[in-house]
């Protein structure tokens, strides 16, 4: 097997993070691991960090959090950390006193992988 370069494994990322709707949210291992790379969560946030500038209107960088429910705030953002919260709200997303974002009202998940852990939390009771 090739093994893909990394605007490959970028790209494979901003194609799910493409699929997360407005108004919702999905933590960097999430996206990771919906996009074939189980384990890489910090590839994920780099991705999106270094998203490039023909592809910043079309994929939704804003939506991707961290698995605490809160925006991971970086110096190397310049002071710009605010913008992803202000953009998330603008989409109807509420952010708690303490900056967290809830999932179970927020969160979102491919349609398949909803199904999954469904079946998966029957299995468990029964």
């Given at each position: 097997?090739?093994?893909?370069?990394?605007?490959?494994?970028?790209?494979?990322?901003?194609?799910?993070?493409?699929?997360?709707?407005?108004?919702?949210?999905?933590?960097?291992?999430?996206?990771?691991?919906?996009?074939?790379?189980?384990?890489?969560?910090?590839?994920?946030?780099?991705?999106?960090?270094?998203?490039?500038?023909?592809?910043?209107?079309?994929?939704?960088?804003?939506?991707?959090?961290?698995?605490?429910?809160?925006?991971?705030?970086?110096?190397?953002?310049?002071?710009?950390?605010?913008?992803?919260?202000?953009?998330?709200e603008a989409e109807g997303v509420i952010f708690s006193e303490r900056g967290k974002v809830s999932f179970a009202e927020f969160?979102?998940?491919?349609?398949?992988?909803?199904?999954?852990?469904?079946?998966?939390?029957?299995?468990?009771?029964?």
């Amino acid at each position: 097997m090739v093994n893909p370069g990394p605007h490959d494994l970028h790209q494979q990322i901003y194609d799910v993070v493409k699929l997360i709707p407005r108004g919702r949210v999905a933590t960097y291992g999430q996206v990771a691991l919906w996009a074939g790379l189980p384990g890489h969560a910090r590839l994920a946030g780099y991705a999106l960090f270094n998203l490039p500038k023909d592809q910043q209107g079309e994929v939704p960088w804003q939506r991707v959090i961290n698995a605490q429910g809160r925006i991971s705030y970086s110096e190397a953002r310049q002071g710009h950390d605010h913008l992803q919260r202000e953009l998330l709200e603008a989409e109807g997303v509420i952010f708690s006193e303490r900056g967290k974002v809830s999932f179970a009202e927020f969160g979102w998940q491919p349609e398949g992988e909803r199904q999954r852990t469904k079946g998966a939390k029957r299995k468990k009771r029964g």
